[in-house]
């Protein structure tokens, strides 16, 4: 309880002024200021709200004004066809550019929003004038999603478009990877949905999308050698629930499961011989790193431990990421911890400790902590009736579904 609730103080302190939504860091964003918001962070954010609400670590009131703020903000903001950028300024709602073609529409950032956005449609239900507001906007701003603009006509999606840049990015959503829930939330949508065809031959034509090889005796069904990053198996299923979820491709709970497996048997038999990996220190995901942001996996390992990545794994090896969590607080104690939960990495290897925290990493802590305690986000989303619809026309079972 503790650690969600000292990590869950990242989105609500920083996010009090102007847009209520979630601080790309707590540092600085390299050269763009303190202003710079994320919106796929604030999705996760807008998430761990929703916990808060029900812990009674804030008022019901406190939350739907916070989300209100967030949602006006968002109504008022630079969009794209619907779609949000990556970045946004916190003060003025306009763009702030990600990359140097970047600067524009996000559909994958966005997903992660509307992710945490249906979740506080699915539970702000009271006829409070708060609660009405915020409903009626994320229902209008979400059917103006044009995800089906964003395939070009084509059997896939692309992740980026700019009225300044065009398609020039030209980066098509392949899988495995993060972004299952944008395939979902497009096939959702009410206005501008994918049809199935996108997702199989979109989605599940990517070069790394099937594996089915085995690591540490675990059979992992999709994904890059060795399962890639743990925040493939966080972002999309901090809403979808993967008990029980299956399409043709594979059993989901399984793939996560496996995908966890494998990164904690990497940590545990250390092949670089980095300080500190052990059965008590152990988790391999994208964070900052003593060489700047890194996408840390066993096949790009640099001794980089991020507990969100233990953590946030917490629904799918509850026994081994306690284990962490306690070496984390109690042995790592005040060189880790921080008003805002634990720093986003640390190298015991090479003596450092990052000083930041970033919302892409706070937030699936807080969610998918409480996901393994309650399935509080889990049925919020999965019992969105877009969402069932969507699941249901990409071929999709799991317990939700009648």
Request: net charge negative; aromatic share 16%; proline share 5%.
């Amino acid at each position: 309880d503790q650690v969600q609730r000292q990590t869950f103080q990242y989105f609500w302190e920083l996010g009090k002024e102007n847009s209520g939504m979630a601080r790309e860091r707590s540092n600085a964003s390299f050269d763009t200021g303190p202003e710079v918001v994320t919106t796929g962070g604030t999705g996760f954010g807008l998430m761990a709200i929703i916990v808060a609400a029900e812990h009674k670590w804030i008022t019901r009131e406190q939350a739907a004004a916070r989300v209100n703020q967030i949602v006006n903000f968002l109504w008022k903001a630079d969009m794209y066809h619907g779609a949000f950028p990556h970045w946004l300024d916190g003060r003025t709602g306009h763009t702030i550019r990600f990359g140097i073609k970047d600067d524009g529409a996000d559909i994958v950032e966005t997903s992660f929003l509307y992710e945490g956005l249906l979740c506080c449609r699915q539970y702000f239900t009271q006829d409070t004038p708060a609660e009405q507001n915020l409903r009626n906007k994320i229902l209008w701003m979400w059917e103006g999603v044009e995800w089906s603009w964003f395939t070009q006509g084509q059997q896939v999606l692309y992740w980026h478009w700019s009225p300044n840049n065009g398609w020039s990015m030209n980066h098509q959503i392949h899988g495995w990877n993060e972004c299952l829930i944008t395939y979902v939330l497009a096939a959702s949508s009410p206005r501008y949905a994918i049809d199935k065809q996108v997702y199989d031959k979109g989605w599940a034509t990517g070069p790394e999308f099937k594996n089915d090889n085995a690591y540490y005796s675990y059979t992992l069904p999709l994904g890059p050698a060795l399962g890639g990053p743990l925040f493939f198996s966080h972002y999309s299923f901090m809403g979808l629930d993967p008990h029980g979820l299956k399409d043709r491709y594979t059993d989901y709970w399984i793939q996560n499961r496996n995908h966890t497996l494998i990164n904690h048997a990497y940590c545990l038999e250390n092949p670089k011989h980095y300080l500190d990996y052990g059965p008590n220190c152990w988790g391999l995901t994208a964070s900052d790193s003593y060489q700047g942001y890194a996408a840390h996996s066993p096949t790009e390992d640099l001794g980089v431990i991020s507990p969100t990545a233990a953590l946030s794994a917490m629904p799918y090896a509850p026994e081994f990421s306690m284990v962490a969590l306690r070496h984390f607080y109690d042995d790592l104690g005040d060189k880790l911890w921080s008003k805002y939960g634990f720093y986003d990495a640390f190298s015991e290897t090479h003596h450092w400790v990052a000083g930041s925290h970033l919302a892409i990493d706070q937030g699936p802590i807080v969610v998918m902590m409480e996901n393994h305690r309650s399935g509080l986000l889990w049925k919020l989303f999965m019992n969105s009736p877009e969402v069932q619809r969507g699941l249901k026309k990409l071929g999709f079972e799991s317990p939700y579904l009648k």
